[in-house]
């Protein structure tokens, strides 16, 4: 892969965000349609990566964690592409569950990527009681599969995960489950279009899922 | 400081300009309202959509009593309390599902779906004077109206209509936003746990002096990138000078309206996925006929809230569901329209609306509930205020009759406070039968 050094533009801050994507003009019946197809390949039998893949989406994944954790949201988002999604089903038991459809069903999370910047700016104004003192995560990612995909020039991760979250004086709490990254060649290098988490307990009630997953 | 001393006498705890911090703190309060408040007037359980076809049932809790909420092979909608007569086991173990018969699964007991008892495994053990029509599963008065389940265990309250009172207007009005549509309430929930006490939460959403500070964040954020004009504006300086109002509609139920602030539903939304995108396709495809349709979007500018659990808030129901003293869950369910002549695509855009107020509104007010909390466990500081706007003159009788007030009034947590008293000095028997 490109060094990782190569995603990052350094003077890229929170004011850039604010201008960046203003309107949501991708999120349609095709889009969801997408959606529901990528559930249905996420069953697919996976193979482990080879080192090629490793090098090119295992290490961006790894990375996605480790900026997460850092609360490094400006970064974070510069590894997704133009129109990418960041979604969290309120559902659990995927990718067989139908109330995952998220053209009929609330979720955790549905971010476009005005949405997603709307999230990290909101995480940025300083007043979002719900992160002051803000949430202190560590993303734990494994088996790391190769799943099969009909569609061209896209690549599809599947990967298992745990994740501990500490704030303020709230006890530790861990949520787990698996995700699926959906990669995509933009500006030269291997990009993330679409994030899915599936959550072990996505049906179930959480406390302050304000930090990222 | 004063001396609470067991049994607390209520009276001493609720004065006109102030509430004691032990409503919120002492245990032995939360488990009398479990039993007295919540079914010792009417409480909500379910929407009929949720259970759409004969023989449907749904799982839910009246307080902290397990319950079933189910229909039988006519329709008719029965509460069952979810506890086996022969030695208590729970007897319904899924959350949703179609049945005509309970079975216990320890001793296979069995019950159809309206409770009888019909069915004992070698009955012939328990004797002749075994009398299966005195065991079926308790029974919890229901009535719906217009597809919203109440129910109770207080046989003497006035019929359900009856005593929502003006609040069955204002739930017209919620409801009746698309002529002819139909609520559904199949569409997901958000669950968010708060570690606090429930009444933290009913207290906040008839508070609409909160809005302007607590929403910081979410205010700030929508102006630095969309700029004024959308979404909630209205709640910044001094409110009180605006046209939200808040009404004590009766019986613990109450409504701040902010209706009054909104010109254009659609240009004052908060974004959401989809927002373009949708909206091109649907003005090509209706021209002006789209406009109504992406009015309905949006949330209501209404919360009303129905004493003691229901609070309805944007397109939302909010349902509130103690759990301990100092726990709560908080049950967004999301809604949506059905109606012929709306177009698919304004749900799609409903659900994602219906995300941006438990992601960046809510969480905010449910770490202040728990600061709240943290805080009451002071024995020093006793009190908590519910003063605002009580004599300042501004407060009226409304053309229905609801006293009203300006947003930031206190009144909406003097009327809950009021409801409360009753029912817990309330001396009725409250009967499964
Ligand atoms: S406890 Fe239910 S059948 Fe025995
Ligand atoms: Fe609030």
Known sequence: MKDLNDYFDPGFTVDDILGDSKTSTYVNDAYYALLRADMAEWSGIGTPLTEAERQAHEALILHENWLLDRRNFEQWYQLYTRECSYWIPAAHDLPGNPQFDPQSHVTIAFDDRRRMGDRIVWLRTGVAYSQLPPSYTLHMSTGFVRVPTGRPNEVKIRSQFLLQEMRSSNPVQTLSGWMGHVFKQEDGRWKIDRKLVSLLDGQRGHHNLTYLI | ?433
């Open chain 2, 1 to 433: 400081m004063r001396d609470f001393s067991e049994p607390p006498i209520y009276d001493d705890l609720i004065e006109t300009d102030r509430v004691h911090r032990t409503l919120y703190t002492d245990e032995a309060i939360f488990r009398e309202e479990m039993n007295r408040i919540y079914g010792g007037t009417w409480t909500y359980l379910a929407h009929e959509s949720e259970l759409p076809k004969a023989n449907d049932f749904v799982r839910r809790t009246l307080g902290l009593r397990p319950i079933i909420v189910s229909r039988d092979r006519d329709g008719k909608v029965h509460g069952l309390l979810n506890r086996c007569p022969h030695r208590g086991a729970t007897v319904c173990r899924d959350d949703a599902g179609s049945t005509r018969r309970f079975t216990c699964p320890y001793h296979n007991w069995s019950f159809t779906n309206s409770g009888d008892l019909v069915g004992v495994p070698i009955e012939e053990g328990y004797g002749p004077n075994f009398d299966k029509s005195r065991l079926g599963l308790g029974k919890i008065r229901v009535e719906v109206y217009r597809g919203f389940i109440f129910g109770t265990l207080n046989h003497e309250l006035p019929d359900l209509e009856t005593h929502l009172g003006t609040a069955a207007r204002r739930l017209d009005e919620w409801m009746d936003r698309w002529p002819g549509g139909k609520i559904s309430v199949r569409n997901g929930q958000h669950r968010l746990m708060c570690n606090g006490n429930w009444k933290l939460v009913s207290d906040n959403s008839h508070d609409g002096y909160h809005p302007g500070y607590s929403h910081a964040s979410l205010l700030r954020m929508r102006k630095d990138r969309y700029g004024g004009g959308v979404d909630m504006q209205w709640v910044l300086g001094n409110v009180d000078d605006g046209l939200q109002r808040l009404y004590d509609l009766g019986n613990g139920n109450t409504f701040l309206d902010q209706r009054p602030e909104i010109e254009r539903y659609w240009y004052q939304s908060a974004p959401m996925p989809g927002e373009d995108s949708y909206a091109a396709t649907l003005r090509e495809r209706l021209g002006e006929r789209a406009e109504p349709a992406l009015d309905v979007v949006m949330g209501s500018g209404m919360n009303l809230n129905i004493f003691p659990n229901l609070l309805i808030i944007g397109n939302q129901l909010q349902v509130i569901q103690p759990r301990t003293v100092d726990s709560t869950d908080l049950i967004w369910y999301s809604t949506s329209i059905e109606a012929d002549d709306l177009p698919p695509e304004v749900n799609a855009l409903r659900m994602r609306l219906q995300e941006d107020f438990p992601s960046f509104g809510e969480p905010d007010d449910l770490a202040n509930f728990e600061e709240c909390q943290a805080g009451l466990s002071i024995p020093e500081m006793e009190w908590v205020v519910t003063s605002r706007h009580m004599d300042t003159g501004t407060e009226y009788v409304d053309g229905n009759g609801d006293l009203a007030g300006l947003p930031t009034d206190e009144l909406g947590i003097r009327a809950f406070w009021k409801e409360w008293l009753i029912r817990m000095n309330a001396t009725t028997k409250l009967e499964a039968k």
